[in-house]
């Protein structure tokens, strides 16, 4: 049984003991019941905060996009507006790999997280793209972000290989993982915001 807290809960404070749950436990492990008893209070008392799960979700990414500076963004060098983006989005997100695979399967419905996107994409409409080019832009970068995350270079090679991939087998004993994960997103988001069309 949970140690009764004093004093009230706010949803700040359920947020982050959510956040908790699924930084150190993975989004698995995500309940009422684990927040509750981070928090040390009954789980039904958290119902007086939040409306279930699908509210606690939208509190989690409330915390790790609060988290993200104000854009920098000029529509006179949209590719350094981009690049800034990108690396911002990235610094917040990959500080919680466990949370991104629950949020990048939701609806964007944060007020800040819309913002951001209306945000990045009238620079781009400014810079004379279409605004559904402008989206496309966008996405592609969201691809880029979230997928270097969700599918970092250490689960992928994490097991022994046979002497059938030599090459490979050099490769990855010449890689420090960190390293190269910081390295290929990097290259990845610098490589794709060079190869988008100047606008016509």
């Known amino acids: 049984m949970p140690q009764t807290r004093r004093g009230s809960l706010t949803r700040r404070e359920i947020g982050l003991a959510a956040l908790a749950v699924v930084?150190?436990?993975?989004?698995?492990?995500?309940?009422?019941?684990?927040?509750?008893?981070?928090?040390g209070v009954r789980a039904p008392s958290l119902y007086s905060?939040?409306?279930g799960k699908d509210d606690i979700l939208e509190l989690?990414?409330?915390?790790?996009?609060?988290?993200?500076?104000?854009?920098?963004?000029?529509?006179?060098?949209?590719?350094?507006?981009?690049?800034?983006?990108?690396r911002t989005y990235h610094a917040a997100f990959a500080e919680h790999?466990?949370?991104?695979?629950?949020?990048?399967?939701?609806?964007?419905?944060?007020?800040?997280?819309?913002?951001?996107?209306?945000?990045?994409?009238a620079m781009l409409v400014e810079a004379g793209m279409g605004p559904a080019a402008a989206l496309r832009v966008v996405l592609g970068i969201d691809y880029v972000v979230l997928g270097s995350i969700l599918a970092p270079f250490s689960p992928a090679f994490d097991q022994p290989?046979?002497?059938?991939?030599?090459l490979l087998r050099t490769a990855i004993r010449a890689t420090?993982?960190?390293?190269?994960?910081?390295?290929?997103?990097?290259?990845?988001?610098?490589?794709?915001?060079?190869?988008?069309?100047?606008?016509?």
């Open 49 to 51: 905060h939040v409306d």
């Open 161 to 166: 290989l046979g002497e059938d991939f030599p």
């Open 23 to 39: 930084d150190e436990e993975g989004a698995e492990a995500l309940t009422v019941r684990r927040i509750a008893a981070r928090l």
């Open 60 to 86: 989690i990414t409330e915390i790790i996009t609060a988290d993200m500076p104000a854009l920098d963004l000029h529509p006179a060098d949209w590719r350094a507006g981009l690049l800034n983006w990108a």
């Open 176 to 200: 420090e993982p960190a390293e190269v994960n910081r390295t290929a997103f990097r290259e990845a988001v610098q490589s794709y915001i060079r190869g988008i069309p100047d606008p016509a």
């Open 97 to 121: 790999p466990n949370a991104v695979g629950i949020i990048a399967r939701r609806a964007v419905t944060i007020t800040e997280s819309r913002q951001a996107y209306e945000d990045v994409i």
